[in-house]
């Protein structure tokens, strides 16, 4: 069969479950079917309510309530981690360090073959750099955050919490196959357009900036694809790699503005009149903002490198360009002014 996203012809699945954490999350819940098309048995983790799946075997677990993932584990074969603590500051250390390092553990006692971790490009904080590959420094917890990565509170502490947790996968040295994974903005259809509610003065300001969007659905078979190759590995081969997963054509907000005006002549979408921010006073505004002089480049001015990924045989099944089109293809008469 052939994986999605890959030009390899893969091996048959293994008969052992692939377990997937936060199954029923906005990335969740299009991984899960993409592994039941690829003929995967799935396990799949959930908090609240089970996914509506019937093809899947539905755990329900808590993280806060216990860290005891033996049962969650047991007979599987591969473990994609996804489940994580993205607003609640206070319980982002539990959800995002402790669980990830009790997972790893448990997965390792189970003889587990495969371990695949959900990371961000925010653990490079603010680079120094505007082209970041997988060997860009990251940030390092010990320093003042404040000071590497130009963000609010709460973005803050869940960098830290993804460093930490990648600090825990990388100090257990397990004999396992583990990608870390590091997703730039993973965006679904409807959220592609929301660029049209910025006010004028955001729009100004910001638009010159590229979106680092990449379409969810892309991000779920990289996560696939990278598991099946982990895999098809010799019985003996254990390795820790890290993967930009990006989309090098996902353009600027500028770019979404344009082609949805012309597709739609929705006013929320014209294009403005007057000079756009330049990079030059995009930078001082955040140096004055943060109080710190040192050149750092925020998201929206950086190209994350994608091609070690690319390396491994894969390619985007949709792209972001595509799913642009798919965005615009659902917009109705009755949004237009």
């Known amino acids: 069969m052939i994986s999605p996203g890959s030009s390899r012809v893969s091996e048959p699945p293994p008969k052992q479950p692939v377990l997937v954490t936060g199954a029923t999350g906005a990335l969740g819940r299009h991984l899960v079917p993409q592994l039941v098309r690829a003929g995967y048995q799935v396990r799949g983790h959930y908090r609240t309510h089970p996914g509506t799946c019937d093809a899947v075997d539905w755990r329900k677990m808590n993280f806060l309530d216990t860290l005891d993932f ?11 981690h996804l489940a994580a603590e993205t607003n609640n500051g206070p319980l982002m250390y539990r959800v995002n360090v402790e669980s990830t390092a009790a997972l790893l553990a448990a997965a390792r006692s189970a003889g587990t073959r495969y371990f695949g971790y959900a990371s961000s490009i925010v653990v490079y904080g603010s680079p120094t750099r505007r082209v970041v590959d997988e060997t860009a420094p990251i940030l390092d917890p010990s320093a003042p955050l404040i000071r590497q990565y130009r963000a609010d509170p709460a973005m803050l502490e869940y ?102 005006y012309k597709v739609t002549r ?72």
Request: glycine content about 6%; some cysteine.
């Open 266 to 337: 929705d006013r929320r979408y014209k294009p403005h009149i007057g000079s756009a921010m330049n990079m030059a006073l995009d930078l001082t505004k955040d140096a004055l903002k943060y109080c710190d002089p040192h050149l750092r480049y925020a998201l929206g001015m950086l190209r994350f490198c994608n091609a070690k990924l690319l390396s491994t045989g894969f390619r985007l099944p949709c792209g972001f360009k595509s799913a642009l089109k798919l965005a615009l293809g659902q917009t109705t008469p009755a949004s237009i002014a």
């Open 70 to 80: 033996s049962s969650l584990v047991e007979g599987c074969g591969a473990v994609i």
């Open 159 to 260: 960098a830290r919490t993804k460093v930490l947790a990648e600090t825990e996968i990388n100090e257990l040295r397990s004999s396992m196959i583990i990608d870390l994974y590091r997703p730039t903005v993973v965006i679904d259809l409807d959220e592609i357009l929301s660029v049209g509610s910025w006010s004028l003065i955001r729009k100004l300001a910001c638009a010159y900036r590229r979106t680092q969007y990449i379409y969810v659905k892309d991000v779920a078979a990289a996560m696939l694809h990278l598991m099946a190759l982990g895999l098809r590995s010799p019985p003996d081969r254990s390795s820790i790699e890290v993967f930009n997963v990006a989309d090098g054509d996902s353009g600027t907000f500028r770019d979404i503005l344009r082609l949805a």
